[in-house]
């Protein structure tokens, strides 16, 4: 069974940092994509942040662009997200995502963690 | 960056009716669409992928059809379990992948 779970949540000053993890299992980690997609309070979905399976390659959001960065370790089975510069609207329920481009080449996104809440706020 | 556009934002239905969602697409991104369904307090649930394939274990009431810009889903007989909010998501063109804003299917 395909398990994701987030930590490293929680409260946090504006200006501060944080880090976000993801443990994941009943998968071959290191075979799939993975994605960080946020969610506001009462609002919708963004993905913010795509890593290739080796973590050479990663794509960004423009509105996290420069201040978040996503990493993996394959030999642990984990997703990171390192969070710089944080702002009152990046309070959010931050879901650690596997897309299914290695199966279809399609990045569309198969199973989500529950998802960990971060709020910014002094 | 493509925007997705969902109607109607909120869609009160009586449980054993049917419910069509609609999802448009700024530019064609052919069937590269996904739906999702998201109950309160839970993460999203992938439903359909391709425009119209559902994913593993989602039941046959779910259907989803469309391309280039116009996509619908369709819920065939609501259930209780139903109610929730749907997204749709392009991945033609990224990044950014981008989700629509949503339609909460709420009981009438």
């Known amino acids: 069974e395909v398990q994701l779970m987030e930590s490293g949540g929680g409260l946090v000053q504006p200006g501060g940092s944080l880090r976000l993890s993801c443990a994941a299992s009943?998968?071959?980690?290191?075979?799939?994509?993975m994605n960080w997609v946020r969610q506001a309070p009462g609002k919708g979905l963004e993905w913010i942040s795509n890593?290739?399976?080796?973590?050479?390659?990663?794509n960004y959001a423009d509105s996290v662009k420069g201040r978040f960065t996503i990493s993996r370790d394959n030999a642990k089975n984990s997703l990171y997200l390192l969070m710089n510069s944080l702002t009152a609207e990046d309070t959010a329920v931050y879901y650690c995502?596997?897309?299914?481009?290695?199966?279809?080449?399609?990045?569309?996104?198969?199973?989500w963690g529950p998802g960990t809440l971060v709020t910014v706020s002094s | 960056e493509i925007v997705m556009t969902q109607s109607p934002a909120t869609l009160s239905v009586s449980p054993g009716e049917r419910a069509t969602l609609s999802c448009r697409a700024g530019?064609?991104?052919?069937?590269?669409l996904a739906w999702y369904q998201q109950r309160p307090g839970q993460a999203p649930r992938l439903l359909i992928y391709?425009?119209?394939t559902r994913a593993t274990g989602i039941p046959p009431r779910f259907s989803g059809g469309g391309s280039g810009t116009e996509f619908t889903l369709t819920i065939s007989s609501l259930q209780s379990e139903d109610f929730a909010v749907y997204y749709c998501?392009?991945?033609?063109?990224?990044?950014?992948?981008?989700f629509g804003g949503g339609t909460k299917v709420e009981i009438k």
């Open positions: 995502v596997r897309d299914n481009a290695v199966l279809t080449g399609y990045y569309f996104f198969d199973y």
């Open positions: 009943g998968f071959i980690f290191s075979s799939h994509d």
């Open positions: 890593i290739r399976t080796s973590g050479d390659v990663t």
């Open positions: 530019q064609s991104i052919n069937r590269n």
């Open positions: 391709g425009a119209s």
């Open positions: 998501q392009q991945y033609h063109n990224w990044p950014p992948l981008t």
